[in-house]
């Protein structure tokens, strides 16, 4: 079941072809959860998982097959639900942002990539007990696609 929410509003108005414009570091989204008592308790210096949809992916560039990712043909051919893509067949997309403050049903957060507009499904809280018990492992190849994701606008 999804939660149908109001879309979120940031400083990141567009997607930029592979990527997305994103918001400074230290700028705020704010999440608008108007109507629905999904944001009751104090989330203090905490953070959530917002769980958003990729609206704006026009069904013909849906991928259900392998890719490499962001096109590079030096990272392999891998399929669409081992990478974290916005042409997916759900067109569901995921982040965990840092809470910055809640004002009534509106959330702040800082470093949620989605762009202005999207409509977000869902909120949960990000708790350790669910991260991974272990040590997260991952390919070579996404350390390098990763490393200046966050800087891009910064």
């Known amino acids: 079941m999804t939660m149908p929410l109001p879309p979120r509003h940031s400083p990141s108005p567009s997607s ?3 990527h997305l414009a994103m918001p400074k570091p230290d700028s705020s989204t704010k ?3 108007d109507g ?6 104090s989330y203090g210096d905490g953070h959530a ?3 958003f949809l990729f609206d704006q992916v026009d069904p013909s560039e849906i991928v259900t097959g392998a ?3 962001r096109n590079n043909p030096e990272w392999p051919a891998i399929g669409i639900f081992a990478q974290r893509g916005k042409n997916r067949p759900n067109r569901i997309g995921s982040t965990i ?3 910055l403050r809640r004002e009534g049903r509106r959330l702040f957060v800082a470093e949620l990539d989605a762009i202005d ?3 977000v499904l869902d909120i949960k809280p990000v708790m350790a007990e669910f991260l991974p018990r272990e040590e997260v492992r991952q390919p070579s190849w996404s350390r390098e696609l990763m490393s200046r ?5 910064a």
């Open 16 to 18: 930029l072809g592979n």
């Open 31 to 33: 999440v608008r959860v």
């Open 36 to 41: 629905h008592e999904v944001v009751t308790y």
């Open 49 to 51: 998982e917002v769980l």
């Open 67 to 69: 890719r490499h990712p």
């Open 97 to 99: 942002c840092r809470i």
């Open 117 to 119: 507009g999207t409509p």
């Open 149 to 153: 994701y966050w800087k891009q606008l």
